[in-house]
């Protein structure tokens, strides 16, 4: 089985810095790695995914993610955030050959101007 | 890309009364359909896991009867909730496995549902 732990609930940063979204897992199996942003009252879109292959996964709105195996982490990067980037960040995992999405708690990433 | 449509998006109910919610995969067929609710500021929970032709499995916790999930095609899923109570009230999303390659999931825009 697999678990996700998103270590912040809410992260605030100000207009223009850097962020950092951590987010840890737990699993007995090699695992897809995945970043989901929500905005209030929809669904979900997916920002990022580490499936296989470079350990570094980008997204067009600028965000990273670094998958890092030793440490068991996946987390999400941005250098200068934008007050669009307001919203709830979910990481999740799937065991491979499975299809089941296990979520983190969310992190709530609010942009002060 | 991949869509997920899932209707309504919002839907007020009395208490007693029984809730359909459907999701449709618009431009690709999707065996597996996935079920989730969220509670405010909260994570999603799965609660079950809809494979066309066959019985969904139900998360453990989750009541079959009260969450009736109906699979019959490849692009159609629906979620009933049946006898509706104000703590039925939530935020429930749909998604599908789309042929988007290993680990490909697209969501739907949720259903906000309100029993009064």
């Known amino acids: 089985a697999q678990s996700v732990t998103q270590l912040d609930s809410q992260v605030p940063v100000f207009e223009e810095a850097p962020v950092e979204l951590r987010c840890n897992y737990s699993s007995s199996v090699s695992v897809y790695l995945f970043w989901y942003v929500q905005y209030p009252n929809q669904g979900l879109q997916l920002l990022l995914k580490y499936l296989s292959g470079s350990t570094l996964v980008e997204s067009i709105n600028g965000f990273e993610a670094e998958f890092n195996k030793s440490q068991t982490s996946f987390h999400l990067r941005k250098p200068s955030v934008h007050i669009s980037d307001t919203a709830e960040y979910f990481c999740a995992v799937s065991g491979r050959g499975a299809q089941k999405l296990v979520f983190g708690q969310g992190t709530r990433l609010t942009i002060n101007p | 890309g991949a869509v997920v449509s899932q209707h309504p998006s919002r839907v007020i109910c009395k208490s007693g009364t029984s809730v359909k919610i459907e999701c449709r995969s618009l431009?690709?067929?999707?065996?597996?359909m996935f079920w989730y609710r969220q509670f405010p500021k909260q994570s999603l929970m799965l609660m079950a896991t809809s494979n066309e032709g066959s019985k969904a499995t139900y998360e453990q916790g989750v009541e079959k009867d009260k969450f009736l999930i109906n699979h019959a095609s490849l692009t159609l899923s629906t979620l009933t909730v049946t006898s509706a109570h104000p703590e039925d009230s939530s935020f429930y999303i749909c998604s599908a496995s789309d042929t988007q390659g290993p680990g490909g999931y697209t969501f739907g825009s949720g259903t906000r549902l309100t029993v009064v």
């Open positions: 431009d690709f067929q999707a065996t597996t």
